[in-house]
């Protein structure tokens, strides 16, 4: 299998390929992995029972998939990566502000996931430190994402055969395990706690909306776009809410199973099922990090190409890659010990910043621009949509400023998230705000830039017209202007 030789550049029609239905089984082999499932965990560890957190999980993850299909229906009409797309909102240069968050998104989930990967790898292989098993799915992820697109494709494609056998086995034996008191009461609801990890768990599906157009763009441009909503939102709604339900059972049912989930949950089985489901956990976290590694490659090239325009050869790729990946291990080495508090926090940044860029995204394709964009305009620095666009880079910042009172993390609490007795709704602060702060202005624009050209052609006619300089002939008509 050859090296993928685009990078952020359009897909012309005639290299496009593959089927829409891949579409399902790289999201959800992407999310039949152990950081889902430590996910799912955070409802128990966050003070819900059984019941409300199978609630939050359900509600919040048919509720983030809606943001990662609708990004990836964007794909196959664009044919160019996610992130790059965002200049025609932001402005050539002004993208790089959210550029730069999602490759921190990046790279702290590539190390989050790591070290849960290299926990896994210590139990398989107790010769093999924490840090040397960092070290070594490292390298295997540097490798699979430096061939790129096709490759991830179609082991995405195999491996989500593989872990829906294997988890369908660990879910009949998790569902029959005992489980404490009042872990079925309807009556056991705590508000707060409820929105918090409603917002956690739509913040999973939502995280992959910054890389999810990345995977479908090969497609052909008459893919249908209904068919790549689906196929992504099934994959990714499926896959992840099955691994967070195991996540709050496992967390209700073993004491202290976040200090070590991956080796907790071997340890139900015996050894020679339990090596099985060690070596699928390493696989499913090389299978997410290939992902991370790859888009933070993407989204890398993305900024740098604003200020220098510059060919991505193979060696290029291969050592921006590299030094990428190289970043996110060492993290992970250093990160190790305080995993759930840093993942925590993790996940509750990622929402402050990403809703905000998706809610101004999704309404510039869909309401404004209804996937109409010149994507020569895109690479050129100089082009219609400009080096910054202010209406959006304002919004964008005056959101993430609004949402500040509502947040809640182990190290600020917001004052209206302290009256809500801890609630946070900063994500929906991120939702609303920024698509009105957006809309009307840019709305405004639109009809301005495209009424002058209307009004120089009027004028135009009527200037060549041989008739009365006060009439158009229309036809065989003669229309008063």
């Not at 957190?53 to 196959?76: K, R, W």
């Not at 029959?176 to 079925?184: F, I, K, N, Q, T």
């Amino acid at each position: 299998m050859k090296i993928e030789k685009h990078s952020l550049d359009f897909i012309p029609e005639e290299e496009r390929h593959g089927s829409v239905r891949n579409l399902f089984s790289i999201w959800f082999s992407a999310n039949m992995q152990i950081t889902v499932v430590i996910t799912g965990a955070l409802a128990i560890t966050y003070g819900l029972n059984i019941f409300w957190s199978l609630v939050a999980v359900v509600l919040g993850n048919l509720i983030g998939g809606l943001f990662m299909a609708t990004h990836s229906a964007q794909g196959p009409k664009l044919g160019i990566p996610q992130m790059i797309q965002s200049r025609a909102q932001f402005g050539v240069i002004g993208a790089v502000l959210p550029l730069i968050l999602v490759v921190i998104m990046y790279v702290g989930s590539f190390f989050a996931t790591g070290i849960l990967g290299a926990q896994a790898v210590h139990s398989v292989f107790p010769g093999i430190s924490i840090t040397w098993a960092l070290i070594i799915l490292g390298a295997i992820t540097l490798i699979i994402t430096v061939f790129g697109y096709d490759l991830i494709h179609a082991m995405e494609k195999y491996l989500a055969i593989v872990f829906a056998i294997v988890f369908i086995i660990v879910t009949i034996y998790v569902v029959r395990m005992p489980l404490p008191a009042h872990s079925w009461s309807i009556k056991d609801f705590h508000l707060s706690k409820f929105i918090l990890v409603l917002s956690v768990t739509a913040t999973w599906l939502l995280t992959y909306a910054p890389y999810v157009a990345d995977y479908s763009r090969y497609l052909p441009k008459n893919t249908s776009s209904k068919a790549t909503f689906g196929y992504t939102y099934a994959g990714g709604v499926i896959g992840t809410m099955w691994m967070m339900i195991l996540g709050v059972f496992l967390t209700a049912a073993i004491p202290h199973f976040t200090d070590n989930p991956s080796q907790h949950l071997a340890g139900l089985f015996g050894p020679t099922f339990a090596t099985i489901l060690y070596l699928v956990i390493i696989i499913g976290v090389i299978s997410i990090n290939v992902l991370n590694l790859y888009c933070a490659f993407m989204a890398t090239i993305t900024t740098t190409e604003a200020f220098k325009k510059s060919q991505v050869t193979p060696k290029k790729r291969f050592n921006l890659i590299l030094i990428i990946a190289a970043i996110g291990t060492v993290l992970a080495i250093f990160g190790q010990s305080n995993l759930m508090s840093i993942f925590s926090d993790f996940m509750l940044f990622l929402q402050y910043f990403m809703i905000p860029w998706s809610a101004i995204n999704l309404v510039d394709f869909y309401f404004l621009r209804h996937g109409e964009y010149d994507i020569k305009d895109i690479f050129d620095i100089n082009g219609k949509y400009g080096k910054f666009n202010w209406i959006s880079i304002i919004a964008y910042l005056v959101t993430i400023v609004l949402e500040i009172p509502f947040m809640n993390t182990s190290v600020y609490e917001g004052p209206i998230s302290k009256a809500l007795n801890g609630a946070d709704i900063a994500w929906a602060v991120g939702l609303v705000i920024p698509a009105i702060l957006y809309y009307f202005p840019m709305r405004k624009k639109f009809f301005k830039e495209n009424l002058q050209p209307l009004t120089r052609k009027v004028k135009s006619e009527v200037k060549s017209s041989p008739v009365h300089p006060h009439t158009l002939k229309t036809g065989n008509e003669e229309k008063r202007i």
